[in-house]
């Protein structure tokens, strides 16, 4: 099943450059792979029918299967993709994989196997200014119905902020999902969840969502940019700290100026009126 898979995996690529219709060429090419490994169309049905029932087998086949698609492409002169420059980072370090689930699984549009939620609560490895990228691999095999998914990636802050972005998934591919960092803030938590829609359309034909490559990366801001945010926030403080101060009531001749900014009081020589000179010149009024 493991060589099948990798040469109809092929035959899938190709069926998107030949002429004529991507589903004419794709039978065409189906047809070839099962020719040459000696297997029929039913039997290569009744095999999918049977994984179905045990999707945790067809995880540790597609894992193989997507391994050896990759070397196959390296060796023809394939450049490392964002979704291969990530696999072998760990969970420290500027930039980190902090996904700590299972980094392949199959999704069939019945609950409670239609979906993957994560939750992690932020520990003293992050820093303010952190990214995060969602990204993974699917690989859809319908016999019928529609392909719906949804994946989703959320990020909480210390003041109760939170950024979500979402993507809908409707085609075998390469999925990704961001989340820039929030400025001054310290991130709380970080949630996210990939979801497979159409559990109300009644069929006894085979619907699978093969997920590869899972992994949520962690990027921290560079020192001098971080550095830069952080005086950025410092003065911003400081501007609203220096405008409060202004606005504050200050006395002149035992009443409070409750109203407007800060007034400068001169002090009056001996014999001289007491003047309140306002920051506005056009305001200089001699008190008796």
């Not at 959320?154 to 979402?166: A, E, F, K, L, P």
């Not at 069929?203 to 001098?224: G, K, S, V, Y």
């Amino acid at each position: 099943m493991e060589d099948i898979l990798v040469d109809y995996h092929i035959a899938k690529a190709m069926a998107n450059f030949g002429e004529g219709t991507q589903d004419y060429n794709l039978a065409l090419y189906k047809a070839a792979v099962l020719e040459q490994h000696g297997v029929s169309e039913a039997d290569f049905d009744s095999s999918m029918v049977y994984y179905y029932t045990r999707a945790d087998r067809f995880v540790d086949i597609y894992r193989r299967v997507s391994e050896r698609l990759e070397e196959r492409a390296v060796a023809l002169g394939a450049s490392e993709g964002e979704i291969s420059k990530y696999s072998m980072l760990k969970a420290n370090g500027d930039t980190a994989n902090i996904w700590i689930e299972r980094e392949a699984a199959v999704l069939m549009p019945t609950p409670p196997y239609n979906r993957i939620d994560f939750d992690y609560e932020a520990d003293t490895t992050y820093r303010q200014g952190d990214s995060f990228l969602f990204q993974f691999m699917t690989d859809f095999m319908y016999q019928s119905g529609s392909r719906d998914a949804l994946a989703l990636l959320s990020v909480t802050y210390d003041n109760d902020t939170t950024i979500t972005r979402y993507t809908g998934v409707n085609v075998s591919g390469h999925t990704m999902l961001r989340v820039e960092p929030l400025r001054g803030h310290n991130v709380r938590r970080v949630r996210g969840f990939i979801y497979l829609g159409g559990g109300n359309e009644q069929t006894t034909q085979m619907r699978l969502l093969f997920l590869d490559h899972l992994q949520l990366i962690r990027f921290h801001q560079p020192e001098a940019q971080q550095q830069e945010a952080n005086e950025e926030t410092n003065q911003k403080d400081s501007l609203k700290r220096d405008t409060i101060a202004r606005r504050e009531d200050v006395a002149v001749d035992g009443r409070r100026d409750t109203v407007g900014p800060r007034r400068a009081i001169l002090q009056p020589s001996a014999g001289a009126p007491l003047h309140r000179v306002d920051v506005r010149h056009d305001r200089i009024k001699a008190q008796p």
